[in-house]
């Protein structure tokens, strides 16, 4: 198993920039695929980005793609989610999440983390 703490949400406003940090502890990190999820107020959960084991493959929603970016740092067992020129859309609570079998769906990712709470302001 893996077990995922975020941390770096925060209150800010449009325009501006946040990096989220997903930390793991357990076993390998470099074994799982990571993905950042997010659900927004009265919404579903929905993907944001993932990135493979070795961070030479990323994929990305559309409604992000462009201004955000998702990095890892295995010999840190972290992966990131830097997130530029933010808008009000993009507020919700940020969840990491890690899968051995998966890309994209929720429904892959057996490991969760409590999830950030990422506000922007207009």
């Known amino acids: 198993q893996v077990q995922l703490l975020e941390s770096g949400g925060g209150l800010v406003q449009a325009g501006t920039s946040l990096r989220l940090s997903c930390a793991a502890s357990g076993r390998t990190f470099s074994s799982y695929t990571m993905g950042w999820f997010r659900r927004a107020p009265g919404k579903e959960r929905e993907f944001v980005a993932a990135i493979s084991r070795t961070g030479g493959s990323t994929d990305y929603a559309d409604s992000v793609k462009g201004h955000f970016t998702f990095s890892r740092d295995n010999a840190k067992n972290t992966a990131y989610l830097q997130m530029n020129s933010l808008k009000p859309e993009d507020t919700a609570v940020y969840y990491c999440?890690?899968?051995?079998?998966?890309?994209?769906?929720?429904?892959?990712?057996?490991?969760w983390g409590q999830g950030t709470q990422v506000t922007v302001s207009s």
């Open positions: 999440a890690a899968t051995t079998r998966g890309w994209k769906t929720i429904g892959q990712y057996p490991y």
